[in-house]
């Protein structure tokens, strides 16, 4: 079958329990409506559609859920990760404070040029903030990565984080091809091109 | 010989030979000639696009997925139906928009990717090469 997009990027959601990551990527859902079952298993992975600049790029997202604790996550759990997306609830500073212990995990596990981004989330709750922006900006900018807060529940700035962070990743890959165009895409899938069943991490996920 | 007027059939198939269960009028409405979808396949709750036009094929195999909604009160998590007609994709990138569960045994279902609903869907884990949308779980647009 032909391919009919132009590049694949896995992203993962990292952070503490309760910072609202699978808010973040599972869009806030009411929960009355779902039947018991989907639920009770739980989500793994899903994958989402963006267009950026003319190209169709594919986001495989997946969430921490369930093994959260640094000690669990490691080397397999960031295979073939190209983005990951950090995330404390800026209404418990504990979980702001582990954002450097995540960093640190990901420098020791995760690719060397892995994209990252810091996102303090639950930005509806002012009134109950713990977290100021201007620490979380500091942060960001300690790290040499970007910065945005979100609100997965108002719909506050969860697109513009997928977008800026598949940007991100798409511009180094661009910057990559160019200054390496011997080594081929790596990821890049061109459109039409047979598929091919070795390539990569490619949708082997199951 | 397929009986010529499949509607009269519909609903009574066995199902045990797959190939032979005849189509009804509502799911032959929504195939092109080459038996793909001719609509994009959506969440029926949100309207989230799963698949575009074009993008799968009809498969009729039976499987059980567990209710979506909430029928009675007693009911379970795992209490379901036997569905019959389902959207065929040979890759997970094909998809737009859709939701991995866990897997349960070698089962993964499928839901939406924006409000959850589900299972839409399912495929199993043995063979990365077919995944399962039921026709009669998704709105077609």
Known sequence: MAKTYDFLFKLLLIGDSGVGKTCVLFRFSEDAFNSTFISTIGIDFKIRTIELDGKKIKLQIWDTAGQERFRTITTAYYRGAMGIMLVYDITNEKSFENIKNWIRNIEEHASSDVERMILGNKCDCDDRRGVSRQRGEQLAVEYGVKFMETSAKAGINVEQAFFTLARDIKAKMENKLASHPSKGGGTQLKKNEPQKKSSTWKCQLL | ?141
């Open chain 2, 1 to 141: 010989m397929e009986p010529s007027n499949p509607e009269d059939h519909v609903g009574s198939s066995t199902g045990e030979n797959s190939n032979q269960m005849p189509i009804s009028d509502d799911v032959k409405a929504l195939l092109t000639d080459a038996r793909t979808n001719n609509k994009s396949v959506c969440c029926e709750r949100c309207d989230s696009v799963v698949l575009k036009a074009g993008d799968a094929s009809l498969s009729q195999v039976e499987f059980f997925l567990p209710h979506m909604k909430k029928k009675t009160e007693n009911q379970r998590p795992g209490d379901g139906e036997t569905l019959r007609e389902f959207w065929l994709v040979g890759d997970m990138c094909t998809f737009e928009n859709v939701g991995f569960s866990n897997t349960v045994e070698t089962t993964k279902y499928l839901t939406c990717a924006d409000c959850e609903v589900g299972p839409i869907g399912w495929c199993d884990v043995r063979d990365r090469t077919k995944f399962y949308v039921a026709v009669d779980r998704v709105s077609h647009k």
